[in-house]
């Protein structure tokens, strides 16, 4: 039972500036996995911008045993000050500069939150974003105190040989009784939040990158002795990400060492800490058989994304946490264009907009939505979420394409130059870009305070003998909570006018002197618009909201013919992919109500025309074509359902696969002939391309598998040289009835027991195989010896995919899996709130749900807000209840 009042909501709008500032922390750490004593010796004086002589200093701490305070060197009694559990309070302080010495101990192995200081194998590690540094010691933790950092690290040398923190490595020495330390200093002022130190027994690849003004800087990949061979990835893909930062946007790197460390205990993907990244191990180690080509392209997206925090979240940081998309928005958006460039553009956009429209549309269209930079939070560990970080992202990327590639980087270089060492906001953001480019982004700021994702509805009008195409625009933002009314916000919609013979049409507006060739971009800023094109001899198909220029949903009439059309001619390539997409959703929606209506689903013509049209044509990019020819989840296609029936969309999809496994499977198999790669793992556009081909035509060929399709997939699971070819096989046997699937997944448990990433997909692949008893197969799952509730991969492998990757399992009529999801949070309430608030999630959105789904969710609901005692899960489960 949550005890007393709900926790209080922090509000944007009661921010007030630090009463105090701090120029310099010293900390001393005696470090133990038991008992861990810090001191921590702070120099502190007023803030002039403050405007508070006199203010009490307060200082926040959490789960801390306070040995011994001290102010200006005298040791000061409980008497002078004040302590709860959430904060130190000294009421009366020194006019002018002072000192504060603190001494604290924390428990490193009893901290199963994983925030703060804690124990991961026989590491001792940190993660203190947002608010972990509370837990080491009292500091004004908050992103606006910046301080140089002096940092002593002392341990037993055999268990700890290795004593990392942020900086430079600027002493050592041996101490009493098997002891030795290491003190690092950190040039760079810097936030609480960026603090890290690791100890531990660890082996180090190292390399080295010449920046572009000639500086040496020595790269650290610090790993377990058995996980050595496994960083050459990460560390090719910093080298790669630091060369990108210095080419698109001219930022070097500043230290003279960047070093990262592989983690098992991790909460989220990693963490950007000054000079000393910490990785959750998932998104640092690869070898190609362990690896898959989604691992690889993970690694390499989050190499970057940290690396080009240094900048864009370090150097430069947030005023508070209501700013977090600052740099969370512009990092992802940072990561897109790397990854755009280490690939395929087309692919890489299509697979940033399928998470987008995975997790962020049904976040927004749901009881959970918020603005990019929201106005109060309870637990602020609830915000990391991908409205903040994805929408944030298309907010930067259409600030991007508003100004165009020059004017962005403009007003970037402003935004360095101008708040470099300083903690701001978004609005200083925006003022950079205004400033640089000489516009005004009032408007603008709108996709930054309103939650929703707008709806557009385009109706369009051929008049054959004027040679006119009229467009009608018109813009709707979907009420969210806290926010009944929406103002129309600005939206760069590009588009195309595709011709009969698939070829863009000159695109002329009434007025306008002269015709675009292929895109334009118009920017819609009201209500409704209206727009004629003019001289044109035929009737357009358009191609709307190019490469996704805005986080916008589009609703046009579109035929089957034009679909058709779009996705086999757009010069788009994106639009392309959409086109096929639309075309599949539109018919399995179709075939789902036929079901729900008591009918029987089938095989659609039209998406049985189109993905044999895409067989027949030569695949020139086969990535590409792979997504292609893959069907919208049912995930993304229950948003588009009235009343979410998953029965119903289960049968549909798989009717739609089964069916065209059946008509197409000479197609398929031809196409993994073709595609199979024989030589060698490398990771390579081209390479990858060809495995999710060859992979796509397997998956289809054991959607009914024959005789042949279960020998050929059981000897790719068998001869496979590397994890993304054999997880694929051993993905197809999981999903189907037969015999061979409790063999490979035995022998597959067999060869990789010991390797606790490859356990995880091996876990997950299980909880999300659609197959009936998926509940029973998630709790046995949970009492396997691979499980591990402490673990986070381990909970996201087996829970995250159960409840978020198989929707007709989890969505089970009897409430079986809701029960169960729920019985977990409970679980992990108490021990690690930040995991259990996230899994609260697949809750949320019940409404939308048939009747007795929603019902039992509903129940799962109203029994964790009884019985749930973290902020975290309070708070999730009030917003859910709305
Ligand atoms: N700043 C990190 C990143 O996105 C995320 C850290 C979030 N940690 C947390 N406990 N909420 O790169
Ligand atoms: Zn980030």
């Known amino acids: 039972m949550r005890e007393g009042s709900p926790h209080a909501p922090v509000r944007l709008t009661d921010y007030q500036p630090p009463a105090y500032l701090l120029d310099t922390v010293d900390l001393h750490f005696q470090l133990d996995p038991g008992r861990t004593r810090v001191r921590a010796e702070m120099a502190l004086r007023p803030n002039p911008a403050a405007g508070e002589p ?88 908050r992103p606006d105190v910046l301080a140089r950092y002096t940092v002593t690290l002392e341990a037993d040398r055999a268990s700890y040989p290795v004593l990392l923190a942020n900086g430079n490595r600027v002493a050592a020495g041996e101490g009493e009784e098997g002891r030795h330390w290491v003190r690092w200093e950190d040039p760079f002022p810097k936030p609480s939040y960026l603090f890290a130190l690791v100890a531990g027994d660890l082996t180090c690849c190292t390399d080295r990158f010449t920046t572009a003004s000639g500086r040496e800087v020595d790269l650290h990949l610090y790993t377990e002795a058995h996980n050595a061979d496994r960083g050459d990835h990460a560390l090719a893909s910093l080298k790669q990400a630091m060369r990108w930062d210095e080419e698109a946007y001219g930022r070097e790197y500043d230290l003279d060492l960047y070093q990262v460390v592989a983690v098992d205990d991790f909460n989220m993907g990693a963490m950007e800490n000054k000079g000393l990244n910490l990785f959750n191990s998932q998104f640092v180690l690869a070898r190609p058989d362990t690896a898959t080509d989604a691992d690889y392209t993970n690694i390499q997206a989050v190499v970057g994304h940290e690396y080009f925090h240094n900048w864009t979240g370090n150097r430069i940081t947030c005023r508070d946490w209501f700013q977090l998309s600052l740099k969370e928005g512009l990092t992802v958006f940072r990561e897109q264009q790397f990854a755009a460039a280490m690939g395929s553009e087309a692919v890489a956009r299509i697979d940033s907009v399928d998470r987008l429209r995975g997790a962020q549309f049904p976040e927004d269209a749901g009881p959970t939505a918020h603005p990019v930079r929201p106005s109060e939070y309870v637990e602020i560990n609830n915000f990391y979420t991908p409205t903040v970080y994805e929408k944030g992202a298309e907010v930067v990327r259409m600030l991007h394409n508003a100004l165009g590639p020059e004017g962005f980087r403009a007003g970037c270089d ?183 209506s008591g009918g029987e689903a089938r095989l659609p013509g039209p998406l049985h025309q189109a993905i044999s049209r895409l067989l027949e044509a030569p695949a020139d990019d086969a990535a590409l074509m792979a997504r292609a020819l893959t069907l919208p989840d049912e995930g993304q296609l229950a948003e588009y359902m009235e009343t979410i029936d998953p029965d119903a969309l289960h049968a549909a999809r798989e009717a739609a696969r089964t069916g065209l496994a059946r008509e197409l499977r000479e197609g398929w198999w031809s196409l993994r002939e073709q595609f199979r790669d024989a030589g060698p793992y490398r990771f390579e556009p081209e390479a990858v391309g060809r495995r999710a081909l060859a992979n796509t035509a397997l998956g289809y060929l054991m959607a009914e598998p024959d005789e042949a399709a279960r020998e050929a997939c059981m000897e790719q699971f068998r001869e496979a040289d590397n994890m993304t070819d054999q997880l694929a096989a051993l993905r197809a046997l999981a999903a189907s009835d037969i015999p061979e699937r409790q063999e490979a997944l035995e022998a597959f ?63 089970r009529p009897d409430g079986a899996g809701y029960r169960l999801l729920a019985d977990l949070v409970l679980e992990l309430d108490g021990r690690n709130p930040q995991i259990a608030a996230r899994l609260v999630k697949p809750l949320t959105r019940w409404r939308r749900f048939v009747p007795e789904r929603e019902a039992a969710m509903h129940a799962e609901l109203e029994r964790l807000r009884e019985r749930a005692g973290s902020p975290d899960v309070g708070e999730m489960v009030d917003r859910a209840l709305g």
Request: glycine share 8%.
């Open 54 to 141: 006199g203010a009490p200093l307060v200082l926040h701490g959490q789960e801390l045993e306070l040995l011994r305070l001290e102010l200006d060197g005298e040791p000061l009694t409980r008497a002078v000050y004040s302590v709860d559990a959430e904060r130190l309070v000294i009421p009366e302080v020194p006019d002018g500069a002072f000192t504060v010495v603190v001494e604290t101990a924390t428990r490193p192995e009893a901290n199963t939150a994983l925030e703060g200081l804690y124990t991961s194998g026989g590491k001792l590690c940190t993660q203190c974003e947002p608010e972990g540094f509370r837990r080491i010691t009292y500091f004004p933790d």
């Open 749 to 811: 448990y067999e060869r990789w027991q010991d390797d606790p990433l490859v356990v995880d997909k091996w876990l997950a692949i299980q909880a999300a195989s659609p197959l009936p008893g998926g509940v029973e197969r998630v709790q046995a799952l949970m009492d396997h010896p691979a499980f591990s509730l402490t673990n986070p991969n381990k909970v996201r492998a087996v829970i995250g995919a159960f409840a978020m990757r198989n929707p007709v399992q989890f969505h």
């Open 414 to 596: 402003r935004y360095f130059e101008r708040f470099d060492g300083q903690a701001v906001t978004v609005e200083d953001f925006l003022t950079a870009l205004e400033e640089a480019n000489d516009r005004d982004l009032r408007q603008f700021r709108r996709w930054y305070t309103q939650a929703g994702t707008p709806q557009l509805e385009v109706r369009s009008s051929f008049d054959a003998e004027a040679g006119t195409f009229d467009l009608c625009v018109r813009q709707h933002t979907p009420a969210t909570p806290g926010q009944p009314a929406k103002e129309p916000v600005p939206i760069p919609l590009a588009l195309g006018l595709v011709g009969a013979d698939g070829h863009d049409l000159p695109m002329q507006l009434e007025g306008e002197e002269a015709a675009i060739h292929g895109s334009r971009v118009l920017l819609l800023r009201y209500e409704e618009e209206r727009f004629r094109f003019t001289g044109l001899t035929e009737e357009p198909v358009p191609s709307l909201l190019r490469g996704f220029s805005a986080p916008a949903e589009v609703d046009y009439p579109y035929s089957d013919a034009e679909l058709a059309h779009l996705a086999g001619h757009d010069s788009d390539l994106f639009n392309r992919w959409e086109a096929g997409q639309r075309l599949a959703r539109t018919h399995l929606l179709a075939q789902a109500d036929a079901v729900r």
